[in-house]
């Protein structure tokens, strides 16, 4: 009971930073960005209303697919192929170092470290390396086709993410009962039986949050395309955090516009993100 009322006394002056800093940094840049969409502006104090003119040039077919629709197009394949590959990927690393392996929390290490470097920093990197071998092999680099720079964000962002990824599958693979894995061996469960009707069901939550994490990521990926393909060729490989970026800053008298597609990249990266995560948490409770 007095722990109940210290707790209660205090428990605003802890508080009132954080709930401070939170609509400071988030809530009144957000609610400031919307009303921008709305408007005509290229600084704060001279924006002109102008309505739904900004969501409706997103939205503009008459000068061909607007830049936004192909965005969405390129980030939407990018991130399908990227959920994929980086959680198949990480969880078969997490199986395999679960095991009784030499040397198992070294490779652990090795894997992770990648996520712990700068996407900027990979993205020149990865573009030196992936540019010396296509010019080796075909006599080409990423900006000859939109293919070569689909698949090398697909290959940097598997090597950034797949060590993070990880770590949290083999946490909740250490997390599963001895006992149970045990039963199902004296059951006479093979190897496959065992991985879809016992492991994988009891790493339901580590599901949850690998294909939240990858999904988000990956929809909103920014510096790796930036620096690695910077949308080229003619924007094919730009996506939807880039296309924003090249509409705020490097077109003219379109600030509202982009503000525009910001709001609407939001919209879109929740709702997917809470559908995703209403379809794994409700396998994840019948599981």
């Not at 209303?49 to 000068?63: H, L």
């Not at 009962?177 to 093979?190: L, R, T």
């Not at 800053?249 to 990249?265: L, R």
């Amino acid at each position: 009971m007095r722990v109940s009322k210290y707790l209660k006394k205090w428990f605003p002056v802890f508080a009132l930073p954080t709930t401070a800093a939170f609509l400071l940094a988030f809530v009144v840049p957000f609610i400031l960005g919307l009303y921008l969409s709305f408007t005509r502006f290229t600084t704060v104090t001279d924006a002109q209303w102008v309505g739904f003119a900004n969501y409706q040039k997103v939205f503009d077919f008459s000068r061909g697919t607007p830049s936004f629709i192909r965005a969405l197009g390129f980030s939407s394949l990018f991130t399908i192929v990227s959920v994929i590959t980086v959680n198949v990927c990480a969880f078969a690393l997490a199986m395999l170092l679960t095991k009784a392996i030499k040397g198992r929390n070294v490779f652990r290490a090795i894997f992770f470290v990648p996520n712990l470097i700068g996407g900027i920093v990979l993205g020149y990197v990865w573009q030196l390396i992936l540019n010396g071998i296509l010019k080796w092999a075909f006599e080409a680099d990423l900006t000859t086709s939109w293919v070569y720079g689909f698949w090398g964000l697909v290959l940097l962002t598997n090597w950034q993410m797949i060590g993070y990824m990880m770590v949290i599958y083999i946490a909740g693979i250490q997390n599963i009962p001895s006992d149970v894995i045990e039963a199902s061996q004296i059951d006479g469960a093979g190897f496959w039986i065992r991985l879809f009707r016992v492991t994988i069901p009891m790493v339901a939550s580590s599901i949850t949050i690998c294909t939240f994490l990858t999904l988000s990521n990956s929809f909103k990926l920014f510096d790796q395309n930036l620096a690695l393909t910077d949308g080229a060729p003619g924007g094919k490989t730009q996506g939807l955090a880039l296309d924003i970026v090249n509409t705020f800053y490097k077109q003219i008298n379109q600030e509202g516009q982009g503000q525009a597609k910001a709001v609407i990249f939001f919209v879109l990266v929740a709702g997917i993100a809470f559908i995703q995560l209403r379809a794994t948490r409700r396998r994840e409770v019948q599981g």
